[in-house]
């Protein structure tokens, strides 16, 4: 580009700027933790001299401790206005009991039930797959984010590789089959064994598939980026060699899984291993289907296409999440699930409509209008399993809703599930060829995708994260951002998709009145910027996200220093037992 | 049940519905679709640099904000004379081993629709400069610069396509803007997005939810009522004249003050705008916009009489029925 100033460009100094946060942030994390090690290297030393000088302690010096403790333990016994017998409780059952200390900005909410047996080689393993879904999820994210930002400031950069055309696909893959899919199936390494009541088949073949699943999203977006795609299918936009990389790692996984379930040590077959499993064999059929590299000439191309974007998301990540779902929701609230059958009536539906719905993307288009009309009949057959699912799961939570003010991974249940009806019937209501019209090529689609694949599969994600996660490593995330986590994510995502629908709708009408279409470019402005605020509260959300994954993966216990008296003692008499102590 | 309790039965019989149900409503459709259809007789194949710039168009991901596809309902009918067509499809193959065809019907309208693109603003010096910079031509645009398109040198090659940019659009570059081969075979590709009209004798599908007739506006004296002609220069004549009707330095000349939009010689002025212009070496060529668009009489005058009496222009309006006997004369001559 001759002779352009590089920094007098906008989209440098933010790429530059962007390169930066993460550099600070992590020069930030090493100063801290240096801090904190260094701080409890001096404590322990302090520790260490305490030690040997109350080893030393004369016995009167003892007799004066001693004193001093009666001294200060003097209270009431409890027992003046009442009986002085002792409390009985066998059972353990009175525990995490606190007091009102001070003003609670924060409610206490009830701490991760204790951690049941898990070998540490498969807990690694499910680490290791949330890890880098976490990472894809802060990737993709931003990527969206900056891909937002691109609507209200287009001449924000001007780098081929950073252009709006390549980078959308980049972030819809990466948060499709980084993030979420890779969060999903080590949800499922931890679901599948504890269900079926065995050990994994194989640990090995669990990294096997983790870095293929890796490698196919690192080398489909750097293709994507360089101007490399499969020609403009959604969510098809990596090639099949890529995409193939992908299926790989998820047949690996697949066949760890049926190897698992074939030596289950239950008679029945728990319905979330019905939706898992078909969930990822449906997925390997989709994929092979759509990217065997010798069909699909002319209209061909777009009947496949429509077939494949939409049995991604309800096939893949919908049944999936749904079984994930009718795992963690009942162990959750501790009771069985509402309807067993509801749930098999839902999987047959399922799989019978969300099959069909696919071509509604492509309604008054040059595809055979017969199929367009199969596919409107499947999406209102829809309302069959997305009702009876949401009645499962809400009469499951029936009685027992005091418990999501104590607890802070239910909410993100509940607001997956209000997502689950209202998004799949809004997908319904869409694919009405009146709807159609107004909706159809607006933002609408976009406001949809992100109510569904946001509101509905990552909430849930989220809630199974909080759930298992302290379970695996014992470490509890801070309440506080958690919460911050939940109300940044929820108030963002309504910021994006309401604005962003009104708008769209909008659009829509003008279109159908004939009105010149750079003023609907212009009239989308205000939305658009909308957009890109609620878009950044959800993009601060992950951050926290993050933040507490660390927290559950890593944070150190504090070092102790005994203060009172009777901590004196007790380490004394620890020490005097045992001299090595 | 046994059938519930067997892993192998159970799977085994919803992958089978599953595919069964994937037979029918994709692979079986799909198939019949690509091989019982067949490209238009008159259809035109694309030139090499066509071809390139297709995988251009395709490489930086346009489909994600344009569609190529006309519906069959009303609204649509901005973009192509007739609805899309399976065989309008049929000439696009596979791109390679490695790549899906391509037939780019997009799902996302955040631009216009391209299906016809090649008809409607055929300019190559209008498409090189929005190309270059988006905002230079409409302003209100929001679509990407492609500048790594382009090159800058001091001097023009022979054979090469200089861009004129307008000074707020060339900040820090000195020299010359040239074209290279990508952009040329980008714009060459959408020169040649042209809707394939239907064999003789076939009548065109029928568009859909059609819009009740626009109420016209009595703006002309009490003589017949004419469509709005602000909306009608803003769809046909603003990209290059701009919504300020003084046109682009170098590029497009003024409608402002332009003595042809101004003066009396009607026959002229209705022949530009049906025909083109391609007179004034320091401009870009103007493309048969009326005839291209398929403009009615109507619309014309509406236009006309719009530009005569905007942005300071005050000359008197034009009656409809000498527009409508030059457009006669005007394609009873192109017919012989």
Not at chain 1, 164 to 177: C, E, I, M, S
Not at chain 1, 232 to 240: A, K
Request: glycine letters at 8%.
């Amino acid at each position: 580009m001759g002779n352009i100033n590089l920094f007098s460009e906008g989209g440098i100094v933010i790429t530059v700027v962007l390169i930066l946060i993460p550099v600070i942030v992590a020069s930030l994390i090493v100063i801290v933790r240096t801090n904190a090690s260094l701080r409890r290297y001096i404590k322990r030393k302090e520790l260490e001299r305490l030690t040997n000088y109350i080893k030393e302690l004369n016995p009167a010096e003892t007799e004066q401790l001693e004193k001093r403790k009666k001294e200060l333990e003097f209270t009431l016994n409890n027992a003046e206005l009442g009986t002085d017998l002792p409390t009985l409780d066998p059972k353990g059952l009175i525990d995490n009991v606190n007091t009102v200390e001070s003003i609670r900005f924060v409610q206490q909410k009830r701490k991760g039930q204790p951690r049941p047996f898990i070998e540490p080689e498969l807990t690694r393993l499910i680490l290791w797959y949330l890890g880098c879904a976490v990472a894809w999820l802060l990737f993709g994210t931003s990527v969206g984010e900056y891909v937002g930002i691109k609507f209200a400031a287009p001449d924000i950069d001007h780098l081929s590789w950073l252009s709006f055309g390549r980078l959308r696909p980049v972030h819809t893959n990466a948060v499709f089959w980084g993030w979420a899919s890779l969060a999903m199936i080590g949800l499922a390494y931890y679901v599948i064994p504890r269900v079926s009541n065995v050990p994994i088949a194989s640990i090995k073949r669990g990294y096997y598939s983790l870095i293929l699943i890796n490698a196919s999203v690192i080398a489909g977006s750097v293709s994507l980026m360089a101007g490399i795609n499969n020609g403009g299918g959604e969510y098809r936009e990596y090639i099949w060699p890529v995409m193939s990389l992908f299926g790989f790692g998820v047949i690996i996984s697949l066949v760890n899984f049926l190897k698992t379930i074939a030596k289950r040590a239950t008679r029945e077959i728990y319905v979330s291993n019905w939706y898992i499993i078909s969930a990822i064999m449906f997925l390997l059929v989709i994929a092979f289907v759509a990217y065997w590299p010798s069909w699909q000439n002319g209209l061909g191309e777009t009947i496949v296409q429509g077939y494949y974007m939409h049995q991604g998301v309800g096939m893949w990540f919908m049944l999936f999440n749904l079984g994930l779902m009718y795992y963690f929701l009942p162990q959750q609230l501790n009771k069985p699930i509402y309807s067993y059958s509801l749930g098999i009536l839902a999987f047959w539906a399922q799989i019978l409509f969300y099959t069909l719905i696919g071509t509604h993307h492509f309604i008054f288009s040059a595809i055979p209008w017969w199929l367009q009309t199969v596919a409107i009949v499947g999406s209102v057959g829809m309302v069959i399993p997305v009702v009876a699912g949401t009645t499962n799961f809400l009469m499951t939570f029936n009685g027992s809703w005091n418990k999501l003010t104590g607890s802070y991974t239910l909410p993100f249940y509940l607001i997956g599930i209000i997502f689950y009806f209202t998004g799949s019937l809004q997908g319904t209501a869409e694919a009405f060829r009146f709807t159609n019209l107004a909706w159809h090529f607006t933002d609408f689609t976009v406001a949809h995708s992100h109510l569904t694949m946001y509101g509905i599969i990552s909430f849930m994600l989220w809630g199974f994260f909080y759930t298992i996660v302290p379970r695996l490593t014992g470490k509890e995330p801070p309440q506080i951002t958690v919460g911050a986590h939940f109300w940044l994510a929820l108030i963002g995502l309504l910021f994006y998709t309401f604005p962003l629908m009104y708008g769209s709708t909008l659009r829509g009408l003008m279109w159908m009145e004939g009105k010149p279409f750079i003023d609907t470019v212009t009239f989308m402005g205000p939305y658009w910027l909308w957009r890109a605020i609620g878009g950044s509260l959800m993009w601060f959300s992950h951050i926290l996200f993050t933040y507490n994954f660390y927290v559950m993966l890593r944070r150190k216990s504090d070092v102790e220093l005994p203060k009172s008296a009777a901590e004196i003692l007790q380490l004394k008499k620890e020490t005097t037992i045992n001299p090595q102590a | 049940m046994e059938f519930f309790d067997n892993h192998k039965k159970l799977f085994g019989t919803a992958l089978g519905l599953f595919v069964g149900l994937t037979l029918l409503v994709a692979i079986i459709p799909a198939i019949k679709n690509q091989e019982n259809n067949a490209p238009l007789p008159n259809a035109e194949k694309l030139s090499e640099s066509a071809l390139a710039g297709k995988q251009s168009f395709i490489a930086n991901g346009c489909v994600a904000c344009h569609t190529q596809q006309v519906r069959n309902v009303d609204m649509d009918k901005i973009w192509g004379a007739r609805p899309g067509i399976a065989a309008d499809y049929a000439a696009i193959k596979r791109t390679d081993f490695w790549r899906n065809t391509a037939t780019l019907m997009g799902t996302e309208r955040t631009g216009p629709d391209l299906t016809n693109i090649g008809n409607r603003q055929p300019s190559q010096a209008w498409n090189l400069l929005h190309l270059f910079q988006p905002r230079a031509v409409v302003e209100q645009s929001i679509m990407p610069a492609y500048p790594w398109l382009f090159e800058v040198k001091n001097e023009v090659g022979k054979d090469e396509v200089e861009v004129i940019v307008p000074d707020a659009f060339r900040k820090g570059i000195s020299g010359k803007i040239i074209a290279k081969q990508e952009a040329l075979d980008l714009v060459a590709y959408l020169q040649s997005l042209k809707q394939t009209p239907l064999p003789d004798g076939q009548a065109p599908m029928e568009f859909l939810y059609k819009n009740e007739e626009k109420p016209l506006t009595t703006n002309n004296g009490g003589a017949a009522p004419l469509p709005d002609g602000k909306t009608l220069y803003t769809q046909n004549c603003a990209s290059c004249h701009q919504a300020n009707g003084e046109g682009l330095k170098g590029a497009f000349p003024p409608v402002k003050g332009s003595p042809i939009v101004m003066g009396n010689d009607l026959d002229f002025y209705v022949s530009i705008i049906m025909q083109g212009y391609d007179a004034r070496p320091e401009y870009a060529v103007m493309n048969a916009v009326g005839h291209d668009n398929n403009l009615s009489p109507e619309q014309v005058t509406a236009i006309i009489n719009y530009e005569r009496t905007s942005w300071g222009n005050n000359a008197k309006p034009v009656a409809l029925e000498e527009v409508k006997k030059i457009i006669d004369l005007i394609n009873s001559t192109a017919k012989k």
